[in-house]
């Protein structure tokens, strides 16, 4: 394991935004730039003596690489964002190693997993789109934006964003959280669902209480939104209140549902997630 002397974003990085570039690699010019490094759809990083990650952001050709697709995708404190899916040749230092996304999540700065996390998707999008859906021609990514364009017909395909919605449903003194079968041993969360063709995101809130838990809701009220690149969702949080009707709920999506006061919560998702946020501004209403 490595000092913290290399190439790597700390894990306590100032926020900044990350902004788009346009969508080829330019020639080195001497900007300092930042790598994310994927193989088999997990990032590179690397992983300290106190136990502690980060994402190693040197360039692969320094790693001995050999790199299938790079794209520029922004910058971020003045250094070029890169992406790069490569084939492991040689092999990696013992502090080196390749992690799935939802590992790197909890383990990193919020703003280094934002870029980790766009970087993901738009890699994901040029792996389902080398080829036209319309007509098979090759596709390549377009200069001036996140797109790629069919050498055939002209087709253009952007990167896929699947909306979600995630809410935290209060009746008085408490809130209703709900364990999915996936979740770690003990946890609850808040209710979520995807937005179906045609639905408003208040429509959908409404629907997917009803539909998970029997509860029907009012007073639905935007809280915040949060990017979910698992691989390619926008999570988009609100607040709603009871109306009526007992819990029951739908077997193929719960293994419980519960009404839960502030001082007795259950283990609860990750810190960093818009869920947490959720249950976090219920429960300082209620101190």
Known sequence: MKNKNSNT?????????????????PADDGTQKYWFIFCD??????????????????NPADLGLAVNYQRSFGHFQHARCYLAEVTIVKELGNDMSFRGMRSVFERVDSELFKLVGRAFQLLHHYQNNIYCPRCG???SA???????????????SFPQISPAV??????????????????????????AGFVEPGETLEETVAREVFEETGIKVGE???FGSQP????????????????????TIDENELEDARWFSADNLPPLPSEGTIARALIENFRKQWR
């Not at 759809?41 to 190693?56: C, F, H, P, Q, W």
């Open 220 to 222: 639905i009220t935007y």
């Open 142 to 156: 377009k200069d001036a934006e996140h797109a790629m364009v069919c050498s055939g017909c002209g087709f253009t």
């Open 9 to 25: 974003m700390s894990r306590s990085c100032a926020s900044s935004s990350c902004q788009t570039l346009s969508g080829k690699t």
């Open 41 to 58: 759809n997990k990032i590179l990083t690397r992983e300290y003596l106190d136990g502690s990650i980060t994402v190693v952001m040197s």
């Open 228 to 247: 979910w690149p698992f691989p390619h969702s926008l999570m988009v949080g609100f607040t709603a209140v009871y109306r009526e009707g007992s819990i």
């Open 137 to 139: 021609n090759r596709m």
């Open 166 to 191: 995630i809410m935290a449903v209060t009746r008085g003194d408490k809130i209703l959280l709900g364990r999915a079968s996936r979740f770690r041993s003990g946890m609850y969360s808040t209710l």
